[in-house]
């Protein structure tokens, strides 16, 4: 699950880099206003969906919306609980962020994004290794020439095998999930970070070094990926 | 900021611009809307062979940046090439195109499009029509270039329709941000983007196996050109001269008369004496009377008048002359009557009865009075060197202000002048109303000595240290680059002013910025004239971004460079540092702070020096001598000011240390900034606590600044209060051998921890504490070994253990290691305090 990286006020068209930071949405009933939301610092995907909500609701729109994830149909919902037609905007490349990539046109009470949302990446499984010392982590590898290359001081790295299905290649290309500040849950309902106490909690950290989705196997299903993240210490 | 992004994955797009050309070269295609005046975006641009660019580090004593170069290549596409090509259509200046100018008038247009773009040198103008010889509706200065003047008789007469050459074109080398998917936010390619580098090209287009390469170096160091601005060449003639004037109308009318008063003869004499001349065009006074003599004969022969009239002479009476002419004797005239017009207005009428028929002369008046300018025939060769007619060999004569000095003589004996007057006729110059004084002991010159003699005009600037500094940097000669582009061309660099942050430089506090000077071009550079007293008052110039300004535009700005300062602008920390690619902080050698210092006033002939030394280090060390050249007016003004200043380079110089701190893209800090540097790092240790501390706690002034374009990964360099060491890392020693593993007696590691374990027993006079830990484990003071002694042995350090501390099992399999120091137990040591453990027993990689 990667973090969307915002700045800037929580209202209006502009801000710096609006490309997936923002949502819209309008309502049939005011047709010329569009109400816009982002969150003013970077937040995980889901807590940007939240965010966006709230913003929204601040702005005090007709409808009563919620904005969800499902993690299940892995597609991301908005929906008006008080039956408010309206329909939602993307901003920039929301379209592929939020997964709504499907033409927006008319009025309805919920929408539903045609597509999977790349923010987020469904995984068979994952393995995370201790965390190691800075120094002993080879980049060798790096992930779209220069965007994941950073890495700083004072962390630790996990190395991360992501498995996943051919169905989500794309996504795991697209780069979201792979680049940048990126959450990597072994079990989605552990809401720990991992620890050597407790290995099975989710890994929040920086992607310093991926490579590039490699087959396991020859049926074509079954992909795995291999990152480096980078830990606070 | 565009580089916060980089942590959420964001990349980012390079782009350049390259002055006088409409093409953005990038990296990828990106449709985006283009900046203004840009036609199109070429999918050519390779930046990952560059080196990295940016500011390596001030030269804090020339008050000038040692910026790095940035290179880059233009892949061999269709547009590329077509931008490299020779060009197809070529034309040639026939008048001088103003700065201004909308009609560029040339040989001939044929074959040229009827509407397009030239270039001019560097100048690319756009036209909307043409006539046989004429481009007209010509718009100056497009995509990026500059407008100045173009004259023919000179390479720059020379039109083509692509650029003749690409050295000196400005280069600007752009990011737009890119997200993880690659997506370009925004419509526009300039919307968050932001100005990487800027500079000029230096060398290129070189042909490479897949493109063409350029080498450009940063707009700063510009500033170590030598500006040519001197006018020099060889007095031909000292005399007096006057700007011709090719209308000027003598008209002459004699009449004779007989005692009767019956008209005998008459005639009306014309004359244009300096037609053949041109306005401008410096005549003395002789050879106006000759002109006028000449004239005369002519005027004389075409009306008919040789049987009556004969030839004109000037006569000398004191400092004026008079004219005679001779008519032939005749004894039935008894009376004369004349007539003198100058341009039409009368200047003497005059009828002389003549008493006798042996008269043969008449005095005619070519002059109104005494010292009549606008008849300067009239007026006699004063005494004494008045004028210098100088023969130009170097430098352009139209830069010579009207009044101001000049030098006569070589390298020996100089002669000092100023000038009331000047005027130029092609590469003649003509000063008029010198008067030798000034400075020195030299005897007067006469005019004959002086002949021969080779003359520099000394094109002087004035006004305070800010104003010196920006007129150097903007003077074009065209008065377009800004408020401070008031001299000749050549004067100064003829740097826009959308390149400089002149607020930087007007706001800077005294004393540099009261100061008053006086700069004498000379042909030295920017750095060689102001560098002096940047030096001194601990400023220099640097191209950094403007951080207000729209893109953080780069912008040659006037900054400090003392390491201390109040208040930072960002506070890098140990998270800050980028250790992936080796030690994250390391030490540069600085050069030996002087202990002598010498500020040299100097402007034209006026010299004083004012040394000052710091004895104590003069008597342990020898003389280091630096010299701050520095043009200020008044001597006391600035000696009062240099006291200061010097002292603060005695007490700070000494202590004053530089590291190299790698850190990402989004660390705020840009070269001139004080930060706050908070770093356990060993490779620092704070000076001003307790003593041996590693690390650093305070303010530090960002000299240096330099990003590698590929990894955006940046290397600061860091002028602190602090000492520095050399790498002292912790010895983390491998365990090679031990004789039992939970309790050993000995321990063997290899032979090069030898002097660190024998160093720190000898410190501490007894047995050390040291830690063992498995590779990769934590580390703490909960296990470890006293060791009483060190010894080589087979080709190891032979440890030998005394006392153990808590459990420790020594293991071959899990890579046990041993490193100094424990943390606290009282027995640590001033050399194992300098190394890289710190208290709470992490280590540095």
Redesign the interface.
């Known amino acids: 699950m990667?973090?969307?990286?915002s700045?800037g006020p929580s209202t209006g068209s502009t801000a710096?880099?609006?490309?997936?930071s923002t949502m819209a949405v309008i309502e049939q009933a005011t047709p010329g206003t569009t109400t816009y939301g982002r969150p003013t610092t970077?937040k995980l995907f889901t807590a940007q969906l939240a965010d966006i909500q709230a913003v929204w609701d601040a702005q005090t729109p007709a409808g009563l919306y919620s904005i969800t994830w499902d993690s299940a149909a892995n597609r991301v919902v908005v929906a008006t609980t008080n039956a408010t037609n309206h329909r939602p905007e993307m901003v920039?490349?929301g379209e592929?962020w939020f997964g709504f990539t499907q033409a927006l046109a008319g009025w309805n009470t919920s929408w539903t994004g045609a597509s999977a949302p790349?923010a987020v990446a469904r995984l068979l499984g994952v393995t995370v290794e201790p965390a190691?010392?800075?120094?002993?982590?080879d980049?060798a590898e790096y992930r779209?020439?220069?965007?994941?290359?950073?890495?700083?001081?004072?962390?630790q790295a996990h190395q991360v095998i992501a498995y996943f299905s051919g169905e989500n290649i794309a996504t795991m290309q697209?780069?979201?999930v792979?680049?940048?500040?990126v959450r990597i849950h072994q079990d989605e309902t552990d809401v720990l970070p991992y620890a050597a106490a407790h290995p099975g909690g989710y890994v929040d950290g920086?992607?310093?070094a991926a490579g590039d989705p490699t087959e396991e196997g020859d049926t074509g299903d079954l992909w795995s990926l291999r990152m480096v993240v980078a830990v606070?210490? | 900021m565009i580089y916060d992004a980089h942590k959420y994955g964001f990349g980012c797009i390079y782009w350049i611009t390259v002055s006088g050309v409409p093409v953005v070269w990038i990296e990828r295609v990106t449709g985006k809307a283009l900046p203004a005046g840009y036609t199109t975006e070429d999918a050519s641009l390779v930046i990952d062979d560059s080196a990295e660019v940016g500011i390596e580090q001030i030269d804090r004593d020339r008050g000038t940046a040692v910026s790095l170069s940035f290179g880059f290549k233009l892949l061999d596409t269709a547009e590329a090439r077509d931008w490299m090509r020779r060009w197809s259509d070529q034309a040639t200046l026939t008048t001088t195109l103003t700065v201004g100018g909308a009609v560029a008038t040339v040989d001939s247009t044929t074959g040229w499009p009827g509407a397009g773009a030239f270039y001019a040198g560097l100048e690319r103008i756009t036209y909307t029509g043409t006539t046989a010889t004429t481009f007209t509706g010509c718009t100056r200065g497009t995509a990026g270039s500059l407008a100045y003047e173009h004259k023919p008789g000179t390479t720059a007469q020379i039109i083509t329709d692509r650029p003749r050459f690409w050295r000196g074109r400005e280069v600007v080398l752009w990011a737009t941000p890119v997200d993880a998917s690659g997506y370009v936010a925004g419509s526009n390619l300039t919307d968050d983007a932001v100005q990487v580098w800027r500079g000029r090209i230096e060398a290129g287009p070189d042909r490479d196996v897949d493109g063409f390469v350029f080498q450009a170096q940063s707009l700063d160091r510009v500033l170590d050109q030598p500006l040519a601005t001197q006018v020099t060449g060889t007095v031909a003639d000292t005399s007096v001269k006057y700007a011709a004037k090719p209308g000027t109308q003598i008209t002459v009318s004699i009449e004779a008369y007989d005692a009767a008063g019956v008209q005998q003869w008459a005639y009306v004499l014309e004359m244009l004496p300096f037609a053949a001349y041109t306005a401008g065009d410096m005549l003395s006074a002789d050879a106006m009377r000759e002109l006028i003599i000449a004239a005369w004969d002519n005027a004389v022969t075409a009306a008919g008048a040789n049987a009556n009239l004969s030839s004109m002479r000037f006569y000398k009476d004191k400092t004026i002359y008079t004219t005679q002419v001779k008519y032939l004797a005749d004894a039935a005239i008894n009376k004369i009557a004349q007539f003198v017009q100058i341009n039409g207005t009368d200047v003497t009428s005059l009828k002389d009865p003549i008493l006798s028929g042996t008269l043969t002369e008449i005095w005619i008046d070519l002059w109104k009075s005494a010292g009549d300018p606008s008849v300067p025939w009239s007026v006699a060769e004063p005494a004494g060197l008045n004028s210098l007619t100088v023969h130009v060999d170097e430098g352009d004569p139209a830069d010579v202000p009207t009044t101001g000095m000049v030098w006569l003589g070589g390298n020996g004996v100089k002669y000092s002048f100023v000038y009331q007057y000047a005027a130029t006729d092609g590469f003649e110059l003509y000063l008029g109303g010198v008067i030798q004084g000034g400075y020195g002991t030299a005897p007067k010159l006469t005019p004959a000595q002086a002949v021969g003699m080779t003359a520099t005009v000394q094109l002087v600037t004035a006004g305070s240290f800010p104003t010196l500094m920006l007129t150097t940097l903007e003077n074009s000669g065209t008065g377009q680059r800004g408020t401070y582009d008031t001299g000749p061309r050549g004067k100064g660099y003829g740097i826009d002013d959308s390149a400089i942050d002149e607020d930087s430089f007007l706001s800077a506090a005294a004393p540099l910025g009261s100061m008053t000077g006086t700069l004498i071009a000379d042909g030295s550079s920017f750095s060689e004239r102001l560098g002096g007293a940047l030096g001194l008052f601990r400023m220099a110039v640097a191209c950094r971004p403007d951080t207000s300004a729209t893109y953080r535009a780069l912008k040659l700005t006037l900054v400090h460079t003392s390491p201390f300062g109040a208040g930072w602008t960002t506070t890098i920390v140990d998270a800050d540092l980028l250790s992936h690619e080796g030690d994250p902080v390391v030490s540069v050698r600085r050069a030996d702070s002087a202990n002598t210092v010498k500020v040299l006033r100097k402007v034209g002939d006026s010299e004083d020096v004012l040394t000052a030394t710091d004895r104590d280090q003069v008597d342990a060390v020898g003389s280091r001598e630096a010299t701050y050249m520095v043009p200020a007016d008044d001597r006391e003004t600035l000696f009062a000011a240099a006291l200061p200043a010097i002292a603060s380079h005695f007490a700070s110089d000494q202590t004053a240390q530089a590291v190299e701190v790698r850190v990402p893209p989004w660390v705020l800090a840009e070269v001139g900034d004080i930060v706050e540097f908070v770093t356990t790092h060993p490779a620092v240790w704070t000076w001003n606590t307790s003593p041996g501390q590693v690390g650093y706690d305070g303010p530090a002034r960002v000299v240096g600044k330099r990003m590698n374009l590929k990894t955006s990964q940046v290397t600061l360099t860091l002028l602190i209060g602090g000492g520095v060491k050399v790498r002292a890392l912790s010895p983390a020693a491998e365990v090679q051998a031990f004789d039992v593993a939970a309790a050993p007696t000995r321990i063997d590691v290899p032979l090069k921890y030898l002097s660190h374990f024998a160093q720190s027993i000898t410190e501490a006079g007894g047995p050390v504490k040291v830690l063992h830990y498995y590779r990769i484990g934590p580390e703490s003071d909960i296990e470890g070994y006293t060791i009483s002694a060190a010894a080589e042995n087979a080709g190891l350090c032979r440890l030998t253990v005394s006392a153990i501390t808590g459990a420790p099992v020594l293991s071959l399999a899990s890579e046990s290691y041993l490193t100094l120091p424990t943390v606290g137990g009282g027995d640590l040591t001033a050399y194992q305090a300098t190394f890289a453990h710190i208290d709470d027993g992490t280590q540095w990689g």
């Open positions: 990667a973090y969307c990286y700045e710096a880099l609006p490309h997936n970077p920039g490349n592929n790349q190691e010392d800075w120094a002993q982590v980049f779209h020439g220069r965007i994941a290359s950073i890495g700083w001081g004072n962390h697209a780069g979201y792979t680049a940048g500040r920086w992607v310093v606070p210490r």
